[in-house]
């Protein structure tokens, strides 16, 4: 099968996902230009919002980041007015986030662009189509979460690959 470029599309999931992982990054981009939040900061709301009082380490395994990003993720929402953080009575190292009223008026107005984004993305697909590969993506990811978490798979900066240290390139 090839792609409009004319490059053939190769059938393997790794080289697929990063395809539609590019394609849906550029068009939730795009619903989100001309506007102060950018797609992180979005899905941090989402969460926020689903879960008011999440703490900060929750929501990094919810999204799947490190416990700094996730810091400086809040910070930045918080410097734009958007979200709230409070001290856990229970853990006073724990923070949890809340949105504020602006948080929850920036959700309210960027829902539907979000929503036409998302509609944008799937609209190659039947209705019956896109059910299934929401249901399908979302088991691939329950059943491979272990591999769900920052860094996975990555070397760390200046090691060396395997194939380095043999005399390979």
């Known amino acids: 099968m090839l792609g409009d470029d004319g490059v053939p599309i190769r059938k393997v ?3 697929l996902a990063r395809r539609f992982q590019q394609i849906c990054a550029s068009i939730i981009a795009e619903a989100l230009s001309g506007t102060e939040i950018v797609q992180l900061e ?5 969460f926020v ?21 996730a810091s400086l993720l809040a910070d930045q929402l918080e410097k734009k007015g958007l979200v709230e953080r409070r001290v856990n009575g229970a853990d006073r190292r724990a923070r949890e986030l809340y949105l504020t009223a602006r948080g929850r008026n920036a959700i309210g107005k960027l829902r539907p662009r979000i929503r036409a984004a998302n509609e944008r993305i799937l609209a190659p697909l039947s209705p019956r189509e896109q059910a299934l590969l929401v249901d399908l993506l979302v ?14 798979g990555r070397r760390k900066r200046g090691s060396v690959s395997p194939r380095a240290q043999q005399g390979g390139a």
């Open 13 to 15: 999931p790794a080289p």
């Open 139 to 152: 088991k691939l990811i329950e059943g491979n979460s272990r591999h769900a978490r920052p860094g996975a």
């Open 42 to 46: 979005f899905a941090a709301l989402i």
């Open 49 to 69: 919002s689903d879960v008011p009082g999440i703490e900060q380490w929750r929501l990094a395994e919810a999204m799947g980041i490190d416990r700094n990003s």
